[in-house]
């Protein structure tokens, strides 16, 4: 198994930027595909981005391609999540997850962290 924390969720002012972090302890970090995914208040999950296990292959959710940056350190067991140019509508709770290839599809994503909330405010 593999346990992951998130961090550095806050509020921001429109324009603004945040990096999430995704810590892992558990099983290998290295072995894992690492995506993330938000929630939104009344809305269906919806797909970040997720990034290859070296790091070399990354995949963006149609609304933050050009704007987030997936990234990870190995040698940290970490996950990142860079986020730019933030909107209103980035508002959710943001969710790492550790899976075996890389997908959108959530329900392949067989371990989750707990969420850290981000909002932007107007």
């Known amino acids: 198994q593999v346990q992951l924390v998130e961090s550095g969720g806050g509020l921001v002012q429109t324009g603004g930027s945040l990096r999430l972090s995704c810590a892992a302890s558990g099983r290998t970090f290295s072995s894992y595909v690492m995506g993330w995914f938000r929630r939104a208040p009344e809305k269906e999950r919806e797909f970040v981005a997720a990034?290859?296990?070296?790091?070399?292959?990354?995949y963006y959710g149609a609304s933050t391609k050009g704007r987030f940056a997936i990234s990870r350190d190995n040698a940290k067991s970490t996950a990142y999540l860079q986020m730019n140019r933030l909107d209103p509508e980035d508002t959710a709770v943001y969710s790492c997850?550790?899976?075996?290839?890389?997908?959108?599809?959530?329900?392949?994503?067989?371990?989750w962290g707990q969420g850290t909330q981000v909002t932007v405010s107007s």
């Open positions: 997850a550790a899976a075996n290839s890389m997908t959108e599809n959530g329900l392949l994503y067989n371990y």
């Open positions: 990034i290859s296990r070296s790091g070399g292959d990354k």
